[in-house]
Every structure is written in structure tokens, then in C-alpha cells.
């Protein structure tokens, strides 16, 4: 009986997932592919660019990335620069995570305390 | 320099938490002092933005690294603190204040002690950094921290029975919800290309509600749902109440519910505006009757007080979750109003079980008794916050549950369903319950025998006295001085909460919300009837003062303390139809034993489904999705 | 360590092996860590290979001779000042006039340098140093729940009858039998 019920709402879940998923691969653009994108150009041109029709964030950070931030690995200039703030909470979420593990497997009281017992 | 100080509040709190690792692990003075310091110092900083805030009405909008919208769409990060945001900022720094100042009397014996201030610190940070931004991955990175500092301190005593369990329970119920709400924020950047709540309101407001952004919809509110503990995502919360140390379930049911609250009203009424569809009204209203009634009906049957505790905060946000999905703006005030109340309350009652918990040892219902004598001060602060949670006047309660059955009444007459009829009924029997349930909590640990080894307990020293002080008289003067909380407090975020073309125009620029033809709702100020709080509460005063002189001088008549080993005298009988007790006393938790076996049927199932099992808790959520997944779909349109 | 009859340290061959990958995986680990602007790479990937030394010193080791060398409680406040310092660099940029976390000093070299991009390359090295430490600091704790508790009587036995049940698949029949004998034997002295 749990069974069929757990099975039917995975079902449902799955359902409603694939034709969200469906519905977004024929209607909605891609977020960026990129392919009227001049690599070259950007790189010889750093500062001659046009963001005044982007077809999402992607667009304007590829073309602003060379002048406003002068780092050649883009991908680091969006993890630091422009969403660094993120960047922050995910390094702190890895500090609370070690602090917590460290405070869970932490038994060294419980044997001080009964006298060595396992 | 005023939109400095939100950045600087989190990450002040933040950096105070590596201090402490840093240097507190040996020295327990300096690691206080930092803790204080760091918390004051945010306290401080969060009051300093009243006043421009909810005052003057301006909205504060930070673009983290001076990255401004280019072109209309949004590349950076943005903080943007609105009245609702800060609202729910106030609560969470006090809170976490009275926490603070609680918890350096009350763990002055544990080990590890620098661990913890570290993930306390750590989780005030990520929860106020959740309130008070504007980009939703940011908020799901602050879910996360927030997700892993809750159960680092939920298992913080690991040399208890049960208390890993409840750890593991909490870590997988909550990295469930972390990753429905992870799902639909990609399914959501997916279909607007841009992960800034403005700007996403206003494109989802030109394009329409597409099948993508209803099952990101879905996914988001059942993410959000778990953080707020709804039935059924409420499973981990009465374990993982009762085994933290006080001072953090205090926190957990102060706090952390109130940020899953804050998330499901910025979802629903913010970003994606779909709360004037009467089916996602009913679907929210539902949800909200079902908690209400089934927290309480499992709160009448406990043994233990802080788990008891736990199934009425579970009640409770019921209440709000009720009151936040009638879709009106009387609906929103008493929402807040009672998010609000229901911290100060019930952090106050969280803090009395802690005093009890020091003072004697135990929290076992059959165990305590006649504390009243022992411990005078904590009695009165236990009794101010039950006053509250019943809905007694003239406190807190009171006032917030009389708007929520007022808005409920009011939709049903408005919209002529009979439903939200029977939610006010249910509403005001679940209120009279409570009422039931606390009178047991008295009894069974105030008021009665006290049994012989309790006889030395003493009162708990001041640094876990004066948060009780305080909270009691917020409670006191909250109920008060409503009209005062109104105006300067609930009016402001009702306001904020329903015109999202404020909160768009400051993030992205004037004219940007020009696609929206969404005029600017009129709130008026929530009109309440012709009742002086004043004169009730003097009545009040004397009616107790004269009780309680009356119950604790006279001798008790009821014979000596009672001695271990005492035989079973059955003319004491009477409550209990023949059933052996411990006790010759009408105490202990088996007050209401007489409704628990008429609703024996009810019981067995609601019992056979809390089994303690891990994975039918997580059936559980998987079910409750799908069910909120089917209903969007099949009637948003 | 005792393992065996006249064996006394863990198999050679791992050992070298671990001295050395050992040189090998920190500095590689320190070069992604460094040039993190310029060549694919950065902070948090850098930082994970340097903590596998750990793991290398591990394997080769043992946990007591790791736990020497590297020191537990070091590595537990040296990623809480990596930490700070990631939250320093964020709040010189209102110390400087602008909103927090801005890239303040941005053009001080050309595109492709070593030092090229401001703030990026010193966030780099902050986090790096941070998940080193960090995730080094977790392989340890985690590690320390597998050694066997120095006031443990019975743990050495039970190694021991893990590795001579695992030793007789090669031998001839004989030799098996004999050496099936010596492990109910052994096994036997480890439930007494």
C-alpha cells in the first residue's frame, strides 16, 4: 500500500517534470550558446562591444568580462568578481560542515567519562 | 553609509565566528566577549535601519561590487531591504541576542563550548542574510549554511540517547528540501535567464505562467515548505527540538521557521504574484488547517515537555501559513502579527523548560512537579507565555489569533466558500486545545506535589533569568500597545509585501516595471474592534495576583511529599477509571486521558504514522510534493 | 605497527609510491592554486589536490605518523584564517568608498599576467588556502575513526585475522588447510 502510493507520486513528480522540461526545449531560447560570438575580436578589441540588446546575464558578462576585470580565465572572474559574494557563502558553508562533522564525531568524552567502556 | 550596514551586520557575524575558532577554544573570556561583541554589534546595526526603513518608507537597494544593471538585466548580486525584509530582520536579531545572552549560563558546562558559539554565530549570520536579499541563488546558499549549522547543533550533545538520530533525521528531510528548492531555481534561471528577484517578477509577469515556471513554482514552495516544518515535511522538528540544547530550539523555533515563512511569502506573493488565484488560496489554507489541527492533536499526548513544545510551534505555524494564504491584506497583518508574537512566546516557553531542565535534570512530565515553590520567577514567566499561546487577554495571543479568525471569517463571507468556514471553526477549536494542553503542562510541572528528589532545586542564576524578563515583557506590551506595533511594524510590510512595483522600480531602475499594469494595492491600516487593553489587563492583574496568593500560601492538602516506594492507594482513582498511576495526584500527563480513548482510532493512526523511521518521513515529503506539484498543474492556468 | 610475524611496517611498495606522488600532487595542486586567472583552475580545485597529500601520507603511513606530521589543530584555525582573510579582502572595497566586495584594484596589470586581476587572484589564493586546510583537516578526522584506539587490546588481533583470512587464496591445498587451522585459532583468541 506504501509502496503504490510512494510509486504513484514519484510518478506524478516525474511526469510533470518531463513535460516542463518538454515545454522548455521547444519554446524557450538557450541561455546563451554563444555562436555569433567573436573570441578573436573581443580579445584584440577589449573595450569596443555592444550590450545594448543581450539575450541574458551570460551575454553582457562574456563581452564586459576583458575590460571591467582584465582576468583572462573568465570563468574565475564569475566566481569571484561578478557572483563572488556567493562564492563567499559557499566557502562558508564548507567551514560549517567541517565544524560540524568535527562536533558529531566527537566521542572522546563519552569513553573518558564511563571509564574506557567501547 | 547607511547601505553599509546590512553587509556589515552578516559578515560582522560571520567574522566573529572565525575569531572564536581562531582564538576562543582555550580561553572562555575571550571567547564570550566575542560572541557578545559580534552579536550587540548586529543588533545595533539591524535597529539603526528603522528608522529610514519603516518610517520614512524608502526601500535600501546594494549592488554587491558596484555591478549596476546593464541594459535591463541585472549581472550582480543585490541586497535590497524593503519593510517586510526587515521586519523579519528585527525578529531575527533579537532572537538570536536573547539566545546569545541565555546560553553563557545555561552551556557553561559542556564540552566543545568553542564549536558551539562557532556554529551559532554561524547560523544568526546565514539566517539574517537570507532575509535580506534580492538574488535567489544567495538565498539558497544561506538555506544551505543555515541547513548545516542546524544540524551540527541539533546533535551537539551526542553523549544523550537519541540525539544522532534526530541529527540524521534533520539532515535528511532538510538536504531533501535544499534540493527541491535547488531544482526549481534552475528551472526558474532556465525560463528568465537571469537570477534577480525583480527583475524574474517582472518578465514572469509579461510571459505568463508557463508549465516550466509552475513546476518551479511547486518545487520552491515545497522546498520552502520543509524549512517551515508543514505537515507533513514537520516530521524532523519534534525530535530535533527535543534533544538540542535549549538556547538553539529556542532558535529553531524562532528563527529558522520564520525563515522557511519569509522564503513562502516572498515566492508566492513577490516573485511569482499568483496569490489572487482562489485555488492557490485554497491549497495554502489547507495546508495550513491540516498542521494546525494535527500539531496539537499530537501535542495533548506527550510526555515530555520540550517535545510537547515542539508539536505547538508546529500548531502554531498553522496558524500563520493560514493567515498568509487568504490572499488579503487583513490576512497578511495577522500573519505577520502572529509570526512575530509566536517568537516572542514561544522562545519564552522554550526558555522556562531550559530553566527547568537546568535546575532539575529532567524534562519528564511524570517525573516533575510542584515546581512553583522552588522556582517562583520562572513559574511567572512560564505562565505569561501559556497565556499567550492560549489567546488569553490582554497579551500577545490574544490580538493575533482575534485578527486571524477575523480574516478567515471575512474571506468566507467574501468569497461564499464554505471551507474557509470550517477552517475558522478549526482554528478556534485547535486555539481551545492548546488552552487544554497548557493547563496540563501547569499542572503536571508547577503546580501539584513535589516529589522527593526534587526537593533541593533552586532558582537558575540571572543570565537565564533576564532574557525570561524580557521576552515577558515584550509579550505584556505587545498586546498593549497594538496599535503602535501596527503602525510602525505590520502596516509598513503588509504594504511592502503587496506592491512589488516599489521593490522593482528601486532594484532595476524607474519605468522598468512599466510591463506590468499592476496598480498599487491600498491597505488600510487593519481595523479592530472596540476593546481597551488597558482596562482588561488591570483585570487580569488582580484576578491573578489574587489566584496565585491563593494556591501557593495555603498548605497544600493533599498530605506529605511523596516518598519512592509508596504503595498504590486506589481511592485516588477517580481521573483514571482503575487505571494504576504513579501518582495519587490529578497530574502527570495523563490529564486529558479520557479524550485521548475516545479518539482512540485517530490516534492509532496518527501515532502508527510518526513510526521514527527515517525513510517513511521521507515517503512522506516525496508524497506531499507531488500532491502540490498536481494541484499547480491542474489548476493554474 | 606490528602487522605480521617479522613484517614490521606497511607494504613498500605503497610507501614509495606515496613518497613519491607526494611532492608531485602539493606542488601540482599549488600550481592551479596560483595561476587560477590565467589557466583553467582556481581556488577550490587547487586546494582539494593539495589536501590529497594527505591522503597520500595516509596511505603510506599510517594514521599515528600522518597525525604527527600534520597537526590537526592547525589545520582547524588555519582555515578560519583563511576564511577571515577571503572576508577582509571583501570589506577593503568599502574601506576604499565602494560597496563591499568590489574589485578595487583591477588594472594592475595587463590581461594574462601572474598578478593581473585585483582582487580575483588574492580571493584565489584565500580560498585555496582555506579548502586545503579544510578538507585536509576532514580526510584526518575522518581517517581517525578507521585507526585503531591506542588503549584498544583487542584491535591488533583483529587486523591480524583480517589479513591472514585474506592471505590463503594462492596457497596449495595443504598449506591452505594449515593455514585455515592458524585463522579459527587466531579468531578464536579474538572472541575470548
Known amino acids: 500500500m506504501k509502496r503504490t502510493i510512494t510509486l504513484m507520486s514519484l510518478l506524478i513528480i516525474l511526469v510533470c517534470g518531463v513535460f516542463a522540461g518538454r515545454f522548455a526545449y521547444d519554446n524557450i531560447p538557450v541561455t546563451y550558446d554563444g555562436s555569433s560570438f567573436n573570441v578573436v575580436d573581443l580579445y584584440n578589441n577589449p573595450t569596443v562591444y555592444d550590450t545594448s540588446n543581450p539575450d541574458g546575464v551570460a551575454d553582457v558578462i562574456v563581452k564586459e568580462n576583458l575590460e571591467k576585470t582584465m582576468a583572462a580565465n573568465n570563468v574565475a572572474a564569475v566566481v569571484f568578481d561578478f557572483r563572488g559574494f556567493d562564492t563567499l557563502g559557499e566557502s562558508f558553508i564548507l567551514l560549517t560542515a567541517i565544524a560540524g562533522s568535527f562536533v558529531i564525531l566527537s566521542r572522546g568524552h563519552k569513553k573518558e567519562e564511563k571509564g574506557g567502556e567501547a | ?46 535597529y539603526a535601519l528603522i ?60 564540552h566543545h563550548l568553542g564549536h558551539y558559539y562557532t556554529l551559532y554565530l554561524m ?29 551540527a547543533l541539533t546533535a551537539f550533545r551526542n553523549e544523550n540517547e537519541g540525539t544522532l538520530e534526530a541529527g540524521f533525521k534533520y539532515l535528511v528531510i532538510g538536504s531533501m528540501g535544499s534540493s527541491f528548492t535547488l531544482t526549481g531555481i534552475a528551472l526558474i534561471y532556465g525560463q528568465c535567464h537571469t537570477l534577480n528577484m525583480a527583475q524574474i517578477s517582472a518578465q514572469l509577469s509579461c510571459g505568463g505562467l508557463t508549465p516550466t515556471t509552475v513546476m518551479a513554482l511547486a518545487l520552491i514552495v515545497a522546498g520552502f515548505g520543509v524549512k517551515s516544518y508543514i505537515v507533513p515535511f514537520h516530521t524532523p522538528a519534534a525530535d ?3 534533544v538540542a540544547p535549549t538556547s538553539i530550539s529556542m532558535i529553531f523555533s524562532g528563527m529558522v521557521n520564520k525563515a522557511g515563512v519569509y522564503g513562502m511569502i516572498r515566492v508566492l506573493y513577490i516573485i511569482f504574484r499568483v496569490m489572487d488565484q482562489s485555488n492557490v488560496q485554497m491549497l495554502i489554507v489547507l495546508f495550513g488547517a491540516v498542521t494546525m489541527f494535527i500539531g496539537v492533536t499530537m501535542a495533548l499526548t506527550q510526555h515530555e515537555f520540550k517535545r510537547l513544545l515542539a508539536f505547538h510551534s508546529i500548531s502554531q505555524i498553522g496558524y500563520v501559513i493560514t493567515a498568509i494564504g487568504l490572499g488579503s491584506a487583513l490576512g497578511l497583518t495577522s500573519g505577520l502579527f502572529h509570526a512575530m508574537n509566536h517568537t516572542l512566546f514561544k522562545g519564552l516557553l522554550f526558555l522556562t523548560a531550559g530553566a527547568v531542565l537546568y535546575a532539575t535534570g529532567t524534562t519528564n512530565l511524570d517525573k516533575l512537579g510542584g515546581l512553583s515553590k522552588r522556582m517562583p520567577k520562572t513559574t511567572i514567566c512560564f505562565l505569561i507565555g501559556a497565556f499567550s499561546i492560549s489567546g488569553l487577554p490582554p497579551f500577545n495571543g490574544f490580538v493575533s489569533k482575534w485578527l486571524v479568525y477575523q480574516a478567515t471569517y471575512t474571506k468566507a463571507v467574501e468569497s461564499g466558500n464554505f471551507v474557509y468556514a470550517i477552517v475558522t471553526v478549526v482554528a478556534l477549536v485547535v486555539s481551545v486545545m492548546t488552552l487544554a494542553s497548557f493547563i496540563k503542562v501547569t499542572q503536571a510541572v508547577f503546580f501539584g506535589q513535589l516529589p522527593a528528589e526534587l526537593k533541593k532545586t533552586k532558582e537558575v542564576p540571572a543570565a537565564m533569568l533576564v532574557p525570561m524578563y524580557i521576552m515577558s515583557a515584550l509579550c505584556v506590551l505587545c498586546g498593549i500597545f497594538y496599535p503602535i506595533v501596527n503602525k510602525y511594524l505590520l502596516y509598513p510590510a503588509t504594504n511592502a509585501a503587496l506592491n512589488v512595483t516599489n521593490y522593482i522600480d528601486k532594484m532595476m531602475g524607474d519605468g522598468y516595471a512599466a510591463g506590468l499594469g499592476v496598480s498599487n494595492i491600498e491597505v488600510a491600516p487593519a481595523a479592530f474592534s472596540f476593546w481597551n487593553p488597558i482596562v482588561w489587563l488591570i483585570l487580569f492583574v488582580v484576578i491573578f495576583i489574587a489566584a496565585f496568593i491563593v494556591i501557593t500560601g495555603s498548605k497544600s492538602s493533599r498530605g506529605q511529599l511523596l516518598q519512592p516506594g509508596v504503595k498504590y492507594d486506589p481511592k485516588y482513582a477517580t481521573f483514571f477509571s482503575g487505571e494504576e498511576e504513579l501518582f495519587s495526584q490529578v497530574g502527570g500527563s495523563d490529564l486529558f486521558w479520557g479524550f485521548k480513548t475516545d479518539w482512540k482510532g485517530y490516534y492509532r493512526v496518527l501515532e502508527g504514522l510518526h513510526s521514527g523511521i527515517v525513510t517513511d518521513y521521507a515517503v512522506f515529503t516525496v508524497i506531499a510534493t507531488a500532491i502540490i506539484t498536481l494541484c499547480m498543474f491542474i489548476f493554474m492556468r | 605497527m606490528k602487522f605480521k610475524e617479522g613484517i614490521t611496517e606497511k607494504n613498500v611498495i605503497i610507501k614509495c609510491g606515496a613518497d613519491k606522488f607526494l611532492p608531485f600532487a602539493l606542488t601540482f595542486g599549488l600550481y592551479i592554486i596560483l595561476f587560477g586567472t590565467i589557466s583553467p583552475g582556481g581556488g577550490f580545485q587547487g586546494g582539494v589536490c593539495v589536501a590529497s597529500g594527505a591522503l597520500l601520507l595516509y596511505l603510506g603511513y599510517g594514521y599515528n605518523i600522518a597525525t604527527k606530521a600534520i597537526s590537526t589543530e592547525a589545520l582547524r584555525v588555519n582555515e578560519a584564517i583563511g576564511a577571515s582573510l577571503y572576508v577582509i579582502l571583501g570589506l ?39 579548502v586545503l586546510s579544510g578538507v585536509g583537516f576532514l580526510l584526518l578526522l575522518m581517517l581517525g575513526l578507521l585507526a585503531p584506539d591506542p588503549d584498544d587490546a583487542d584491535a591488533a588481533p583483529a587486523v591480524e585475522a583480517i589479513e591472514a583470512a585474506e592471505a590463503p587464496a594462492e596457497l596449495p591445498l595443504e598449506e591452505a588447510v594449515d593455514a585455515a587451522v592458524a585463522t579459527e585459532t587466531v579468531k578464536e583468541g579474538v572472541t575470548e
Not at chain 2, 123 to 150: P, R
Not at chain 3, 119 to 126: D, E, K, L, N, R
Open chain 3, 92 to 130: 577593503l572595497g568599502i574601506a576604499f568608498g565602494a560597496n563591499f566586495c568590489r574589485n578595487i584594484f583591477y588594472n594592475m596589470g595587463a590581461v594574462g599576467d601572474f598578478l593581473s586581476a585585483g582582487t580575483i587572484t588574492f580571493m584565489g589564493y584565500a580560498v585555496g588556502y582555506k
Open chain 2, 240 to 242: 530535533a527540538y527535543m
Open chain 2, 1 to 46: 553609509m547607511i547601505q553599509h550596514f546590512p553587509v556589515l551586520a552578516v559578515m560582522l557575524l560571520f567574522l566573529g565566528a572565525f575569531c572564536v575558532e581562531i582564538f576562543g577554544s582555550k580561553n572562555e573570556g575571550i571567547r564570550n566577549t566575542i560572541t557578545m561583541l559580534a552579536a550587540t554589534i548586529a543588533l545595533v546595526l539591524i
Open chain 2, 123 to 151: 547560523l544568526s549570520g546565514s539566517v539574517l542574510g537570507l532575509v535580506m536579499t534580492g538574488d535567489v541563488f544567495n538565498m539558497f546558499v544561506m538555506v544551505e549554511i543555515m541547513t548545516f549549522a542546524s544540524v
Open chain 2, 51 to 110: 528608522k529610514p526603513v519603516m518610517i520614512d518608507g524608502e526601500i535600501i537597494s546594494y549592488w554587491m561590487g558596484n555591478w549596476a544593471p546593464v541594459s535591463g538585466y541585472a549581472i550582480g548580486i543585490g541586497y535590497e531591504i524593503d519593510a517586510l525584509s526587515l521586519f523579519f530582520a528585527l525578529l531575527v536579531v533579537t532572537t538570536f541576542w536573547l539566545s546569545g545572552v541565555y546560553s553563557l549560563s545555561y552551556m557553561a558546562n559542556d
